[in-house]
Protein backbone atom coordinates (compact mmCIF):
# COMPACT_ATOMS: atom_id res chain seq x y z
CA UNK A 1 0.00 0.00 0.00
CA UNK A 2 1.30 3.68 -1.02
CA UNK A 3 1.59 5.83 2.40
CA UNK A 4 2.62 9.29 1.95
CA UNK A 5 4.31 11.53 5.04
CA UNK A 6 4.73 15.13 4.81
CA UNK A 7 6.19 17.07 8.09
CA UNK A 8 5.94 19.10 9.85
CA UNK A 9 2.18 18.86 10.30
CA UNK A 10 2.29 22.61 12.17
CA UNK A 11 4.49 25.17 11.27
CA UNK A 12 4.34 28.36 11.87
CA UNK A 13 6.64 30.96 10.57
CA UNK A 14 7.67 34.45 10.77
CA UNK A 15 6.98 36.81 7.57
CA UNK A 16 10.31 37.00 5.67
CA UNK A 17 11.58 33.72 6.47
CA UNK A 18 12.63 30.63 4.55
CA UNK A 19 11.63 26.90 5.64
CA UNK A 20 10.84 23.55 3.66
CA UNK A 21 8.17 21.27 3.65
CA UNK A 22 8.69 17.25 3.04
CA UNK A 23 6.91 15.14 1.45
CA UNK A 24 8.18 11.19 1.49
CA UNK A 25 6.21 8.18 -0.12
CA UNK A 26 7.08 4.43 -0.15
CA UNK A 27 6.34 3.61 -3.88
CA UNK A 28 7.64 4.65 -6.84
CA UNK A 29 5.69 6.81 -8.70
CA UNK A 30 5.22 8.16 -12.19
CA UNK A 31 3.88 11.69 -10.58
CA UNK A 32 3.99 14.00 -7.27
CA UNK A 33 1.39 16.96 -7.06
CA UNK A 34 1.70 19.71 -4.36
CA UNK A 35 -1.64 21.52 -3.90
CA UNK A 36 -2.65 24.53 -1.57
CA UNK A 37 -6.06 24.03 0.71
CA UNK A 38 -7.68 27.48 2.06
CA UNK A 39 -10.33 26.61 4.97
CA UNK A 40 -13.34 25.07 3.83
CA UNK A 41 -11.87 25.65 0.05
CA UNK A 42 -11.20 23.35 -2.74
CA UNK A 43 -7.77 22.22 -3.26
CA UNK A 44 -5.76 24.73 -5.49
CA UNK A 45 -2.77 22.46 -7.75
CA UNK A 46 0.82 24.24 -7.29
CA UNK A 47 2.63 21.84 -9.02
CA UNK A 48 3.49 18.11 -10.73
CA UNK A 49 6.41 16.61 -11.05
CA UNK A 50 7.21 14.16 -13.50
CA UNK A 51 10.91 13.12 -13.53
CA UNK A 52 13.56 12.94 -10.76
CA UNK A 53 15.47 16.38 -10.10
CA UNK A 54 12.31 18.14 -11.59
CA UNK A 55 12.32 21.64 -10.20
CA UNK A 56 9.53 23.89 -10.28
CA UNK A 57 9.67 27.42 -8.98
CA UNK A 58 5.89 29.55 -9.09
CA UNK A 59 6.86 33.34 -6.90
CA UNK A 60 7.85 32.38 -3.03
CA UNK A 61 7.54 28.29 -3.81
CA UNK A 62 9.80 25.79 -5.24
CA UNK A 63 9.13 22.30 -5.32
CA UNK A 64 11.53 19.47 -6.28
CA UNK A 65 11.23 15.73 -6.54
CA UNK A 66 13.70 13.30 -5.76
CA UNK A 67 12.46 10.03 -7.29
CA UNK A 68 15.40 7.84 -5.78
CA UNK A 69 15.23 9.19 -2.60
CA UNK A 70 11.27 9.24 -2.91
CA UNK A 71 11.35 12.84 -1.54
CA UNK A 72 9.59 15.52 -2.76
CA UNK A 73 9.65 19.41 -1.34
CA UNK A 74 8.52 22.53 -0.81
CA UNK A 75 10.49 25.78 -0.39
CA UNK A 76 8.89 28.90 0.99
CA UNK A 77 10.87 31.97 0.25
CA UNK A 78 10.48 34.88 2.26
CA UNK A 79 6.82 34.00 3.57
CA UNK A 80 4.27 36.72 3.16
CA UNK A 81 0.69 35.94 5.61
CA UNK A 82 -1.09 35.36 1.96
CA UNK A 83 0.84 31.74 1.97
CA UNK A 84 -0.87 30.90 5.14
CA UNK A 85 -2.99 27.68 3.96
CA UNK A 86 -2.39 24.02 4.68
CA UNK A 87 0.01 21.86 1.80
CA UNK A 88 -1.17 18.77 0.56
CA UNK A 89 1.48 16.73 -1.50
CA UNK A 90 -0.15 13.37 -3.45
CA UNK A 91 1.46 11.00 -5.47
CA UNK A 92 -0.23 8.43 -7.75
CA UNK A 93 -0.63 4.75 -7.81
CA UNK A 94 1.50 4.23 -11.03
CA UNK A 95 3.54 1.85 -9.14
CA UNK A 96 0.22 -0.51 -8.72
CA UNK A 97 -0.77 -0.43 -11.96
CA UNK A 98 -3.37 2.58 -10.63
CA UNK A 99 -2.36 5.79 -11.46
CA UNK A 100 -5.65 7.59 -11.45
CA UNK A 101 -5.39 6.87 -8.05
CA UNK A 102 -3.89 10.11 -5.88
CA UNK A 103 -2.58 9.11 -2.00
CA UNK A 104 -2.38 12.24 0.01
CA UNK A 105 -0.31 13.04 2.71
CA UNK A 106 -2.10 14.53 5.51
CA UNK A 107 -1.12 17.78 5.04
CA UNK A 108 0.81 21.07 6.23
CA UNK A 109 -0.81 23.84 7.88
CA UNK A 110 1.16 26.90 7.24
CA UNK A 111 0.48 29.64 9.27
CA UNK A 112 2.68 32.89 8.91
CA UNK A 113 3.00 35.97 11.30
CA UNK A 114 3.70 39.41 11.07
CA UNK B 1 -14.87 27.11 -19.43
CA UNK B 2 -16.09 25.98 -15.86
CA UNK B 3 -14.64 24.01 -13.65
CA UNK B 4 -15.63 21.10 -12.04
CA UNK B 5 -18.99 21.69 -10.35
CA UNK B 6 -20.73 20.04 -7.36
CA UNK B 7 -23.60 20.48 -5.32
CA UNK B 8 -24.88 21.12 -2.64
CA UNK B 9 -22.22 22.86 -1.27
CA UNK B 10 -23.11 22.07 2.11
CA UNK B 11 -25.14 19.49 3.29
CA UNK B 12 -27.16 18.34 6.41
CA UNK B 13 -28.15 15.49 7.07
CA UNK B 14 -30.05 13.58 10.16
CA UNK B 15 -28.67 10.19 11.08
CA UNK B 16 -30.36 7.27 8.78
CA UNK B 17 -31.36 9.89 5.99
CA UNK B 18 -29.65 9.42 2.67
CA UNK B 19 -27.39 11.92 1.16
CA UNK B 20 -27.11 12.77 -2.39
CA UNK B 21 -23.68 14.45 -3.85
CA UNK B 22 -23.91 15.58 -7.24
CA UNK B 23 -20.71 16.60 -9.63
CA UNK B 24 -20.31 18.01 -13.09
CA UNK B 25 -16.89 17.39 -14.47
CA UNK B 26 -15.14 19.99 -16.79
CA UNK B 27 -16.22 20.37 -20.08
CA UNK B 28 -14.93 17.77 -22.20
CA UNK B 29 -13.88 15.72 -19.26
CA UNK B 30 -14.92 11.70 -19.38
CA UNK B 31 -13.40 10.97 -16.20
CA UNK B 32 -14.70 11.32 -12.74
CA UNK B 33 -13.08 10.66 -9.01
CA UNK B 34 -14.22 10.68 -5.95
CA UNK B 35 -12.44 11.53 -2.53
CA UNK B 36 -13.47 11.91 1.16
CA UNK B 37 -11.71 14.47 3.37
CA UNK B 38 -12.04 13.95 7.10
CA UNK B 39 -11.00 16.57 9.77
CA UNK B 40 -7.67 17.11 9.94
CA UNK B 41 -6.88 14.56 7.42
CA UNK B 42 -5.95 14.41 4.05
CA UNK B 43 -8.15 13.57 1.13
CA UNK B 44 -9.09 9.60 0.90
CA UNK B 45 -9.68 7.55 -2.73
CA UNK B 46 -13.43 6.34 -3.26
CA UNK B 47 -14.10 5.39 -6.63
CA UNK B 48 -13.02 6.01 -9.96
CA UNK B 49 -16.24 6.13 -12.79
CA UNK B 50 -16.25 7.22 -16.33
CA UNK B 51 -19.39 7.32 -18.55
CA UNK B 52 -21.86 4.17 -17.21
CA UNK B 53 -19.16 2.32 -15.89
CA UNK B 54 -17.34 1.87 -12.17
CA UNK B 55 -13.83 1.62 -12.72
CA UNK B 56 -12.19 1.14 -9.50
CA UNK B 57 -14.58 1.46 -6.07
CA UNK B 58 -11.91 -0.51 -4.00
CA UNK B 59 -12.05 3.07 -1.81
CA UNK B 60 -15.38 3.08 -1.08
CA UNK B 61 -17.14 1.43 2.02
CA UNK B 62 -18.81 -1.92 1.70
CA UNK B 63 -22.00 -1.07 2.65
CA UNK B 64 -24.70 2.90 2.20
CA UNK B 65 -22.10 3.87 -0.27
CA UNK B 66 -23.03 3.66 -4.03
CA UNK B 67 -21.71 5.77 -6.98
CA UNK B 68 -22.70 6.03 -10.46
CA UNK B 69 -22.25 8.64 -13.68
CA UNK B 70 -25.14 7.51 -15.77
CA UNK B 71 -24.38 8.57 -19.73
CA UNK B 72 -26.60 11.83 -19.48
CA UNK B 73 -25.88 14.00 -15.97
CA UNK B 74 -23.84 14.33 -13.38
CA UNK B 75 -22.22 11.89 -11.37
CA UNK B 76 -23.77 10.52 -8.13
CA UNK B 77 -22.03 10.05 -4.53
CA UNK B 78 -24.93 8.29 -2.32
CA UNK B 79 -25.03 7.30 0.87
CA UNK B 80 -27.40 5.72 2.22
CA UNK B 81 -28.68 5.63 6.38
CA UNK B 82 -25.84 8.17 7.11
CA UNK B 83 -24.10 7.87 10.52
CA UNK B 84 -22.20 10.83 12.51
CA UNK B 85 -18.64 9.56 10.59
CA UNK B 86 -20.56 10.24 7.57
CA UNK B 87 -19.82 13.57 7.95
CA UNK B 88 -16.53 14.86 5.91
CA UNK B 89 -16.07 17.20 3.24
CA UNK B 90 -16.53 15.13 -0.47
CA UNK B 91 -14.60 16.16 -3.12
CA UNK B 92 -15.26 15.33 -7.01
CA UNK B 93 -12.41 15.39 -9.13
CA UNK B 94 -12.50 15.34 -13.24
CA UNK B 95 -10.12 14.75 -16.03
CA UNK B 96 -10.09 14.48 -19.48
CA UNK B 97 -8.59 11.07 -19.85
CA UNK B 98 -7.83 8.38 -17.19
CA UNK B 99 -4.42 6.68 -16.46
CA UNK B 100 -2.64 9.70 -14.31
CA UNK B 101 -3.66 12.75 -16.54
CA UNK B 102 -4.19 15.68 -14.01
CA UNK B 103 -7.22 15.86 -11.72
CA UNK B 104 -9.17 19.11 -10.97
CA UNK B 105 -11.16 19.19 -8.31
CA UNK B 106 -14.16 20.95 -7.11
CA UNK B 107 -15.40 22.95 -4.70
CA UNK B 108 -16.50 19.44 -2.51
CA UNK B 109 -19.71 18.96 -0.29
CA UNK B 110 -19.51 19.53 3.54
CA UNK B 111 -21.69 16.84 4.97
CA UNK B 112 -22.33 17.04 8.54
CA UNK B 113 -24.94 14.52 9.99
CA UNK B 114 -26.65 15.21 13.16
Known amino acids: ELKVEQNPLFLSMQEGKNYTIYCNYS?????LYWYRQDPGKSLESLFV?????AVKQEGRLMASLDTKARLSTLHITAAVHDLSATYFCAVDGSSGGSNYKLTFGKGTLLTVNP | NAGVMQNPRHLVRRRGQEARLRCSPMKGHSHVYWYRQLPEEGLKFMVY????????ESGMPKERFSAEFPKEGPSILRIQQVVRGDSAAYFC????????????FGPGTRLTVT
Open chain 1, 27 to 31: TTSDR
Open chain 2, 49 to 56: LQKENIID
Open chain 2, 93 to 104: ASSREGGGYEQY
Open chain 1, 49 to 53: LLSNG
